[in-house]
């Protein structure tokens, strides 16, 4: 059948000689239910999955005798209170759920309406992916916030989205139709993803309109049911440029009385609202610095306004200097975030979480993770993670990032040199914070695909799968993925694994390696090579690449000190040259091009080889998916073939345009005779 991918992963496909294997319920039992609520919700997810997959019609039963089946949800309160208590249930947290398939009922309860949403999704999936083996499990979350970030222009564009306009606006104002607002909510309620922030991190303080608030009101309407929470960004300027107030002082009683008011107007139509998410002083946007207050004085001035509310705001520290002079040898933006927040922990109000990107700079091919995770121990922090592949291919190339992620995830940063993952750091375990998670920007858009590419989906997968429990191993979560949107085959399996799991080591290879940077364009698209813009530009992604030597001296004793910013331990290993990992190379040193790697390579060898190898992989790549013509439906191997075939195109032209860039640069011939002038 054709497969526009609307469904992602929750298609359901039915599943050949099923009812051989299993006798699932023919009835549901829904607690407590209220049309509208999660609870709801996992009832009619429940009778739609069921009769996608056995092709059986649910009955729904408001009860249920002990000597009969049912598939019963609710809340646990709900289920003691009709049928008493429920053994083996063990500490369910916020949105935790317990999914008991032995017994003759399949009981799912949550902890609240959302884990029993959770519940039924998980035991579908199981389902789904042909896990019919009984089991009697509790899950819980290892961070309370999991959000995505949207961002979405009010005039329905989406800085650095591929996949078509915004589903959340147009022509300045909240949509009127939300039926994509209600589809994209339920697939991120499947991968337990709690709060959509819906708009641009720059944002535009218009969406505080009274028409766009009653906007805001519909979608949280939408979203309601599937246990998501709204929240927005916000412009720091807004009292000024929207309320006509003559400065936007944080520490300004009119200032504050004005937040206050108008997030009182926010709260009356959306009463559950998640919180702000606020980017303030960073690349041209006002913030409280224009005043000589803290960062700090901005971010609690959100915090005093949604506390009443119950609020939550989430301060982004992507704060640096745009305008850096690349002569200064120690300048250095990986700095600014350790630089600009060190001095403000412990001063930050108790609602409020720094969001910190993973990397120190931008969403890189690969960075060591930002410093900033193991210097604030008094201050709920976040993780920021890119769904949408900004610097890698803008899916028109395929980047699995699941494994990147893990990486970071797993990263340990050694505080008072005891195990400091970040993952438990951002869980809030490691520094015993209330408050800690995720921010995924997301990308996506109308297009049928959600991303712009089926095969990027398994991104979004990934990350909702990761935040939830970052332990999961990232080849596993991808198999998932593969079974729900493709099925069974065992070729399209190995297939699509193979693919995804070479596909950041090869994007890597063909881009930017050893911890240089990706190699993008940076000055416009952030597409195709251009390791020129890289430098002499005053946002401070620099290479310093000159005619015998390459990498950013980040050391301490000669360079821009940021290895100083990280714990002793990593510190030193990153101080030295020698115990620094090649893939972080030039990261935090500067080189000659024939400095000898641990595989003993030089430098610039491994450039040359790395670039072929990588194009390589990706020519690769098309044989691979042609491999699978007539396992996959007609409409998405078409659709896949056609981007696997620009890819393929397009690393030819990473692979000469940066072999031939330093080759002209350096004037060292590859041992191997492809590069230059031959
Ligand atoms: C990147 C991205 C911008 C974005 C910024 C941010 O620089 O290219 O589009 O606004 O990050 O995260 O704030």
Redesign the pocket.
């Known amino acids: 059948s054709a497969e526009d991918g609307s469904q992602g992963w929750l298609r359901y496909a039915p599943i050949a000689n099923a009812n051989d294997y299993i006798t699932v319920p023919s009835r549901v039992v829904a607690l407590n239910v209220t049309r509208g609520s999660p609870v709801y919700t996992a009832q009619q997810e429940l009778e739609r999955g069921i009769k996608g997959i056995f092709g059986k019609q649910l009955e729904t039963n408001s009860s249920v005798t002990s000597n009969s089946s049912a598939i019963i949800v609710g809340t646990l309160d709900a289920y003691r209170a009709a049928y008493g208590d429920l053994e083996d249930v063990g500490d369910l947290l916020d949105d935790g759920f317990f999914l008991s398939t032995e017994g003759l009922s399949v009981i799912i309860v949550g902890n609240n309406e959302r884990g029993v949403l959770y519940g039924a999704f998980e035991y579908l999936s199981r389902l789904a992916q042909g896990r019919f083996l009984p089991i009697s499990t509790m899950y819980n979350p290892q961070a309370p916030i999991r959000w995505t970030n949207e961002?979405n222009n009010l005039d329905g564009s989406i800085?650095?989205g591929y996949a078509g306009p915004s589903i959340f606006f147009r022509d300045g104002f909240v949509v009127d139709n939300v039926t994509r607002v209600s589809g994209y909510a339920r697939l991120l309620a499947s991968i337990r993803v709690n709060g959509i922030v819906i708009n641009?991190?720059?944002a535009n303080a218009t969406l505080l309109n009274d028409r766009n608030l009653q906007g805001l009101g519909r979608l949280a309407d939408a979203m309601r049911p599937y246990g998501i929470q709204l929240g927005i960004s916000l412009n720091f300027a807004s009292p000024q440029d929207f309320g006509g107030l003559p400065s936007f002082d944080p520490l300004d009683p009119k200032v504050d009385a004005w937040w206050a008011n108008i997030t009182d107007e926010v709260y009356k139509r959306v009463p559950d609202m998640a919180g702000y998410l606020v980017?303030a002083n960073?690349?041209g946007q006002p913030g409280p610095l224009t005043y000589n207050r803290t960062l700090a004085d901005g971010a609690n001035m959100f915090a005093r306004a949604v506390k009443p509310h119950g609020g939550l705001v989430m301060f982004?520290a992507?704060v640096y200097d745009n305008h850096i002079s690349p002569a200064n040898w120690t300048a250095d933006r990986a700095n600014a975030a350790v630089d600009f927040f060190q001095h403000l922990d412990g001063k930050f109000d108790e609602n409020v979480v720094v969001q910190i990107?993973y990397g120190a700079i931008?969403?890189q091919v690969r960075e060591p993770a930002n410093p900033l995770f193991s210097t604030l121990r008094n201050t709920s922090t976040s993780i920021?993670l890119q769904i949408t592949p900004?610097y890698f291919g803008q899916n028109d190339h395929l980047v699995y990032l699941g494994p990147l992620w893990k990486e970071i995830l797993e990263t340990d940063m050694r505080a008072d040199s005891r195990p400091s993952k970040i993952k438990d750091i951002v869980s809030g375990i490691r520094f015993k914070r209330p408050l800690g998670g995720y921010a995924g920007?997301s990308g996506v858009g109308t297009n049928a695909t959600w991303l712009g590419s089926h095969l990027a989906m398994s991104n979004l997968y990934a990350y909702g799968r990761l935040a939830w429990d970052a332990s999961q191993d990232a080849e596993d979560v991808l198999q998932d993925w593969i079974r729900l949107t493709f099925g069974f085959d065992e070729q399209v399996m190995e297939i699509i694994t193979d693919m995804s799991m070479k596909s950041w080591p090869a994007y890597e290879n063909y881009s930017g390696n050893l911890g240089i940077q990706t190699l993008t364009d940076i000055l416009y698209t952030?597409f195709g090579p251009n390791p020129a813009s890289q430098d002499n530009n005053g946002w401070g992604q620099w290479t310093r690449a000159d005619k015998v030597s390459i990498g950013m001296d980040r050391t301490v004793k000669n360079g821009t000190g940021n290895a100083g910013q990280y714990s002793p331990e990593l510190a030193s290993m990153y101080e030295n040259i020698e115990t620094t990992p090649d893939n972080l190379l030039l990261w935090f040193h500067h080189v000659p091009y024939t400095q000898r790697l641990k595989s003993n390579k030089t430098v610039i060898q491994h450039f040359y080889d790395a670039h072929y190898e990588g194009a390589a992989t990706a020519q690769k790549f098309v044989e691979q998916w042609e491999s699978l013509k007539g396992k996959v439906d007609e409409e998405r191997y078409e659709n896949v073939l056609f981007e696997q075939k620009f890819q393929a195109g397009h690393a030819l032209v990473w692979r000469d345009s940066i072999n031939q860039f330093y080759y002209n640069l350096s004037e060292i011939p590859d041992v191997a005779k492809r590069v230059g002038n031959h």
């Open positions: 961002w800085e650095r641009n991190v720059n980017k960073s690349e982004r992507f990107k931008d969403f920021e900004e920007v952030h």
